[in-house]
């Protein structure tokens, strides 16, 4: 069984950058694949981007080249560093896991254990 906890969601504005972390607990950290999605009211869940057991990635375009994931296998932690953040960006923000998985592992379905999430509010 693994435990995932996020932390450094927030307020911010337009523009500005956010680090968020997934902290693992209670698996072999370094065989997971690990993903962030998103969900903002009323929307469904959405894929943000991931990195795979062996450190490959994958962006949503609507992410891509303002936001950076990377692990430490050593500290059993993901983190998605966030820039230029958007309005569009505001969602509750969960990281999941899943043994193994491909970085074309995109659909919240693949994924086993999930965080409780964390909230980010980019305001204009």
């Known amino acids: 069984q693994v435990q995932l906890v996020e932390s450094g969601g927030g307020l911010v504005q337009a523009g500005d950058s956010l680090s968020l972390s997934c902290a693992a607990s209670?698996?072999?950290?370094?065989?997971?694949?690990v993903a962030w999605f998103r969900q903002a009211p009323g929307k469904e869940r959405e894929f943000v981007v991931v990195?795979?057991?062996?450190?490959?990635?994958n962006y949503a375009n609507s992410v891509k080249g303002r936001f950076t994931i990377s692990r430490d296998n050593t500290k059993n932690t993901v983190r998605l560093q966030m820039n230029n953040l958007k309005p569009e960006d505001t969602a509750t923000y969960y990281c999941?896991?899943?043994?193994?998985?491909?970085?074309?592992?995109?659909?919240?379905?693949?994924?086993?254990?999930w965080g409780q999430g964390t909230q980010v509010t980019v305001s204009s």
């Open positions: 999941a896991a899943a043994r193994y998985l491909a970085a074309s592992s995109g659909r919240p379905q693949q994924y086993t254990y």
């Open positions: 990195i795979t057991w062996s450190g490959g990635t």
């Open positions: 209670g698996g072999t950290f370094s065989s997971y694949t």
